[in-house]
């Protein structure tokens, strides 16, 4: 998604990651994957009590090595706050791709 920022942006949306962690730990799982947050160019939602994950179906529902995580899992909210568009990922890996978000964004607007 963050190599087509500024397609989303043009197709009126704003993207915004949720990551279940503490500030400390994004910064250094950041900081693993050769990143700093100044790097990341949209909203970063911390959500460490897992509200949010929750609220989405998401929280605590994916084996990763020897620990529970939430699974991944793509949104779309229109301007009403309504659920438009939700995937929710069944691995790691299963995550829509940034064309098939934006052919989704665009249907909704016609």
Do not use: C
């Not at 503490?22 to 897992?50: I, M, Q």
């Not at 706050?81 to 995937?87: S, T």
Request: hydrophobic share 40%; glycine share 4%.
């Amino acid at each position: 998604m963050r190599e087509r920022l500024a397609d989303f942006r043009r197709a009126g949306a704003q993207v915004l990651a949720v990551d279940p962690h503490d500030r400390w730990l994004a910064t250094h799982l950041l900081k693993e994957v050769g990143f700093e947050t100044s790097d990341v160019h949209y909203p970063l939602l911390l959500d460490p009590t897992n509200t949010v994950s929750a609220t989405y179906g998401v929280a605590f529902q994916m084996r990763i090595h020897t620990e529970w995580s939430n699974r991944p899992a793509t949104f779309i909210i229109d301007r009403q706050g309504i659920l438009r568009f939700a995937h929710r990922g069944r691995s790691f890996a299963d995550r829509p791709s940034p064309r098939r978000v934006l052919e989704k964004l665009r249907a909704l607007q016609q």
